[in-house]
């Protein structure tokens, strides 16, 4: 493995149209369980992260991180934004040195730098039926050295069979199971566009 700058950089762009793609299906999750607007707030946060790289042009992985970072921060509306934001900050410090990303187990490392941030800001734990259970079994199967298209797939669909523990679908309690989180399908398009770029 090799990710460099471009290659980062390339992963957000095919994030950017996997969420373009899935607007509709996101805000279709979001419904039932939360404000029904989690793709149009993503949507938002992916076309604030192009128009910032067009003018900051960050020539290393951690500025491109960061630039992402702050599109989430300043433009997602609800928790996710905040979410993300974090996640991304945190792998902005992660990755400061860095001219690459070499080995699955390093970027396990720095996805897991990622989670922490996540579950920091949010104080949600795995199985919580939020994003961090997709970042968590994402992180895990990096750091042992692989990751498919199936454990991604895997982790969301989990969601479906939880209680929430945090956020508005909270509210519903048992009512909740059944929806798949919208913040771990948004996730799962990450990590899924993720793997193009790595393959």
Same mark, same amino acid.
């Given at each position: 493995?090799?990710?460099?700058?471009?290659?980062?950089?390339?992963?957000?762009?095919? +994030?950017?149209?996997?969420? =373009?793609?899935?607007?509709?299906?996101?805000?279709?999750?979001?419904?039932?369980?939360?404000?029904?607007?989690?793709?149009?707030?993503? &949507?938002?946060?992916?076309?604030?992260?192009?128009?910032?790289?067009?003018?900051?042009?960050?020539?290393?992985?951690?500025?491109?991180?960061?630039? +992402?970072?702050?599109?989430?921060?300043?433009?997602?509306?609800?928790?996710?934004?905040?979410?993300?934001?974090?996640?991304?900050?945190?792998?902005?410090?992660?990755?400061? =040195?860095?001219?690459?990303?070499?080995?699955?187990?390093?970027?396990?490392?720095?996805?897991?730098?990622?989670?922490?941030?996540?579950?920091?800001?949010?104080? &949600? =734990? +795995?199985?919580?039926?939020?994003?961090?259970?997709?970042?968590?079994?994402?992180?895990?199967?990096?750091?042992?050295?692989?990751?498919?298209?199936?454990?991604?797939?895997? &982790?969301?669909?989990?969601?479906?069979?939880?209680?929430?523990?945090?956020?508005?679908?909270?509210?519903?309690? =048992?009512?909740?199971?059944?929806?798949?989180?919208?913040?771990?399908?948004?996730?799962?398009?990450?990590?899924?566009?993720?793997?193009?770029?790595?393959?």
């Amino acid at each position: 493995m090799n990710l460099t700058t471009e290659s980062i950089q390339n992963w957000f762009n095919a +994030f950017t149209t996997a969420i =373009e793609e899935n607007k509709a299906y996101l805000s279709d999750l979001d419904t039932p369980i939360g404000d029904g607007d989690h793709g149009n707030n993503m &949507a938002r946060g992916v076309a604030a992260y192009q128009e910032a790289f067009q003018k900051q042009a960050p020539q290393t992985i951690s500025d491109t991180f960061k630039v +992402f970072s702050m599109a989430m921060i300043s433009k997602v509306g609800g928790a996710s934004g905040p979410l993300y934001g974090s996640a991304f900050m945190n792998m902005t410090k992660a990755t400061k =040195e860095l001219e690459a990303i070499t080995s699955y187990e390093q970027l396990g490392d720095i996805i897991g730098q990622g989670l922490a941030g996540i579950k920091q800001r949010g104080k &949600a =734990e +795995f199985e919580d039926k939020t994003m961090v259970d997709v970042w968590q079994p994402v992180a895990d199967a990096l750091q042992k050295g692989a990751l498919t298209k199936e454990d991604i797939e895997a &982790a969301k669909d989990h969601t479906s069979d939880l209680v929430a523990k945090k956020g508005r679908a909270s509210y519903l309690g =048992e009512r909740a199971i059944g929806h798949i989180d919208p913040g771990a399908a948004s996730s799962a398009l990450l990590f899924d566009t993720l793997l193009t770029v790595i393959e």
